[in-house]
């Protein structure tokens, strides 16, 4: 073995060469990520003190939805015209062309709030689902429930460093400098894509004679949209429900977090303004305006880096052995009872701090364990369903999700019902128990199609034997 499969194997079972095409896909989605929430740590005073506040952040996903009827089968036409390289080349660019454009549209103080919520969340759903659709185009079922573990990691470190550049970066070459950051992110990216599908689009020949490339590498993927795979395969339906009840949790949570942010920040301006010397009306409005900014910027940026390090810690430490130890049909288990506990604990308390240990292991187990597990679903797929189903599940209906829980849920209870942050709790707690029952015929399930992909397997190379 090299000393980079030992390196890697500390993290998850290495065999000899596999490590650094693992360790290029970690480093990848590092970038990806970082981009991501250097973004995304831009975003949240850009749309809580816009005008709306966090109900406006949780109606904007409707909009977000609205534009994925579009996007996805947009994606899926261009999926089934290019090489898996060039589709990912040409959506990335188009994304970094969005961020240069915002970036001067924000030099010249153009209201740019809402549009770049809407956008953001179209680019990180699809960026990072493209990045897994590639992962899970490059390895067998088998290798995928080994190495996953290990580039889930790079996405970890990802996110804290990205969670965390934002204060520091601020405060040396601005704020809107940030987009122009995530950009050059993205260009990286797309470089380290191409060494990648170099590495691993060739193959040997039966006696190893010479090198073939790889029909996968080179062959679009289909004609058949992302919805119409999604329909009609009962997999793949019961994994979109589970996205739903997943996400709507998390969106809901969500709110609540930025709904008790927003409020604590004008305690924060409040005795920051009350400590300033006397100023005129327009003064004391500008205090109070940074003080609120820089309170939420302060906030997100430590509530991601805290998440984002127990997440870390957990897919280094830990995901690959609970997996190898449960399986991914025990392991889908566990991200449902640690919300139950957690949205428990805070429908007894019901205060920021308990909110924010209650969120924290929630999405630490999210991105660590239960997002390895929701790619390593899909090993046992066809490649159509690993790029468009995947990218139609991973797009329209996580949003879709957003929209139940913004147009649906904060509207009915905050709008219609005015009832308090503990009914959220209580809404968690039953679509929780709902995730369980799902998990369960989900993992089912996934047994089920890894057996009928094994003996399919195993039928073929006896045929060929004979």
């Not at 390895?372 to 797009?395: F, N, V």
Request: proline share 3%; aromatic share 10%; charged share 15%.
């Amino acid at each position: 073995m090299t000393t980079i499969d030992r390196l890697m194997s500390v993290v998850a079972p290495v065999r000899r060469g596999e490590g650094v095409t693992a360790a290029l896909l970690a480093v990848n989605v590092f970038v990806l990520l970082t981009c991501y929430y250097v973004l995304k740590v831009l975003r949240e005073p850009m749309i809580l003190l816009g005008g709306g506040g966090a109900e406006l952040k949780a109606y904007a996903s409707a909009g977000q939805t609205l534009l994925l009827l579009g996007v996805v089968p947009a994606f899926g036409w261009l999926a089934a015209r290019v090489p898996r390289l060039r589709l990912l080349t040409i959506v990335q660019s188009v994304f970094i062309v969005c961020l240069v454009a915002f970036y001067l549209l924000a030099y010249v103080r153009a209201p740019i709030g809402l549009a770049f919520y809407l956008w953001l969340g179209i680019f990180n759903v699809l960026v990072v689902s493209n990045f897994w659709s590639f992962a899970n185009d490059l390895y067998t079922h088998e290798q995928g429930g080994r190495l996953f573990a290990i580039i889930g990691l790079g996405g970890s470190v990802g996110a804290i460093v990205g969670a965390l550049v934002p204060s520091f970066l601020h405060r040396h070459i601005g704020t809107y400098e940030l987009m122009l950051i995530a950009a050059a992110g993205l260009a990286l990216s797309m470089v380290l894509y191409r060494v990648i599908d170099r590495r691993e689009r060739t193959e040997s020949d039966a006696a190893g004679a010479v090198s073939v490339t790889k029909p996968e590498a080179v062959r679009p993927v289909g004609r058949e949209g992302g919805f119409g795979l999604v329909l009609k395969d009962r997999y793949l339906r019961l994994m979109a429900v589970m996205m739903l009840a997943s996400t709507v949790v998390n969106s809901t949570g969500e709110y609540v977090v930025g709904k008790m942010a927003v409020a604590e920040s004008q305690a924060y301006a409040d005795e920051k303004l009350a400590a300033a010397p006397p100023g005129d009306a327009a003064t004391q409005r500008a205090t109070v305006r940074a003080a609120r900014d820089e309170y939420i910027r302060e906030f997100f940026s430590s509530y991601f880096a805290v998440v984002n390090l127990v997440a870390m810690l957990l897919q280094a430490l830990f995901v690959s052995r609970l997996i190898g130890k449960l399986g991914i049909r025990g392991a889908l288990f566990i991200m449902p009872l640690i919300v139950v506990g957690g949205w428990l604990a805070f429908f007894a308390f019901a205060t920021l701090a308990t909110l924010r240990i209650t969120k924290t292991s929630e999405n630490a187990i999210d991105y660590s364990l239960q997002n390895t597990l929701k790619q390593a679903l899909y090993l046992p797929t066809s490649r159509e369903s690993k790029y468009k189903a995947k990218a139609a599940i991973d797009t329209f209906f996580f949003r879709m999700a957003d929209v139940i829980a913004g147009i649906g849920l904060v509207f009915l209870l905050v709008d219609v019902l005015d009832l308090g942050v503990r009914t959220f709790a209580a809404v968690n707690v039953a679509l929780a128990v709902l995730w369980l029952w799902l998990a369960a015929r989900m993992g089912r399930l996934h047994d089920e199609r890894t057996a009928e992909r094994a003996s399919r397997a195993a039928q073929g190379l006896r045929e060929t034997a004979l």
